[in-house]
């Protein structure tokens, strides 16, 4: 691979996985998140 | 290199993504030498690799931090600059220092150093409320409001911290994050978790500079930097999320015991090398 490359991809790369990462980590929360919570911070089951 | 070598480095991945997260820090004082030492990775090529895997943890951990409202970024941004002038500068003093042939101790002396200093910072810290410390009595033109944290600062005194802080990193190879949090928690009064959100901000433009660097001079293992991102990038923002839940003092406290565990490893290792 030349050099060039392999510099661009060693700086493009980490980053984008960061916010691919970031995206997926919020879909984690949301899909614990699924009941209903009120102000109070309380379960309605 | 088996399975087994790399679930260790997944691993690690998690381990070092989430202390860098909880306390706004890269993590390569922690990475570099346990790749190294564990892995078997020369230490040229660790600090390549941690620099580079320190980009997507940092984006990572700088995303989750903006989300939750916390961190400062017109201080990150301040400070951007003069950190990767700084970062540059201190590459060109390992190589004066390599070439006289007291790079070793040298460099261990200046982390030791560091580490006393962080932690000066970080008990002073101790007896000060939000928007006070060194860095808002200094007089030095442009003052500027950080509206996050509450505080009037002398922005070219600021800019010198960054000079500093990107210095260090660039002699030191680490990211700066165990420098600048304690500045600005001494220096500025901000609370933990409101550094650790500036310092993961600012880490992002010295891993930037320092992954250049090192990846022209070919000592970037991308495949073994990607291995440590799946599993650093999720953990970091779970240590993020748990510094804004915890106790600021609790919080201050974890940080005071990492700097003392770095500072006795380094001792100790000093020690090792001056015996040989």
């Not at chain 2, 040229?44 to 941690?50: D, I, L, S």
């Not at chain 2, 505080?151 to 500093?164: F, P, R």
């Amino acid at each position: 691979m030349p050099d060039a490359v392999y510099l661009i991809l060693c700086l493009v790369v980490p980053p984008v996985w960061g916010v691919v990462a970031s995206r997926l980590f919020d879909a984690l929360s949301a899909s614990r998140k699924t009941k209903p919570v009120d102000d109070e911070g309380m379960y309605h089951i | 290199m088996d399975a087994l070598w790399w679930a260790g480095i997944v691993v690690l991945g998690i381990g070092v993504g989430f202390v860098a997260g909880l306390f706004g820090v890269g993590g390569g004082f922690l990475l570099n030498p346990l790749l190294a030492l564990f892995f078997g990775v020369p230490m040229e090529v660790a600090v390549g690799t941690g620099l580079c895997q320190m980009l997507g943890t940092a984006t990572a951990a700088g995303i989750r931090y903006r989300k939750l409202g916390v961190g400062e970024p017109k201080a990150a941004l301040i400070l951007a600059l003069p950190a990767a002038l700084g970062a540059l500068l201190g590459k060109k003093a390992v190589d004066v220092l390599s070439a006289t042939g007291r790079a070793e101790i040298g460099l261990r002396l200046a982390f030791l150093a560091l580490l006393v200093f962080a932690g000066v910072q970080m008990l002073r810290r101790g007896t000060k409320t939000a928007g006070s410390g060194w860095l808002t009595r200094l007089s030095l033109p442009p003052r500027v409001f950080l509206p996050e944290a509450c505080a009037t600062v002398s922005a070219s005194a600021l800019a010198y911290g960054g000079l500093l802080v990107g210095f260090l990193s660039g002699l030191l190879g680490i990211g700066g994050g165990l420098l600048l949090t304690p500045i600005l928690v001494g220096g500025i009064g901000m609370g933990m978790a409101q550094a650790s959100g500036t310092s993961i901000l600012l880490l992002l433009s010295s891993a930037l500079v320092g992954t250049w660097a090192q990846a022209s001079a070919g000592r970037v293992n991308l495949p073994l930097a990607l291995v440590l991102l799946i599993g650093s990038t999720l953990s970091a923002q779970f240590g993020a999320q748990l510094a804004v839940r915890l106790n600021p003092e609790k919080l201050r406290r974890a940080f005071l015991g990492l700097l003392l565990f770095i500072f006795l490893a380094v001792l100790f290792d000093l020690f090792r090398h001056q015996s040989r």
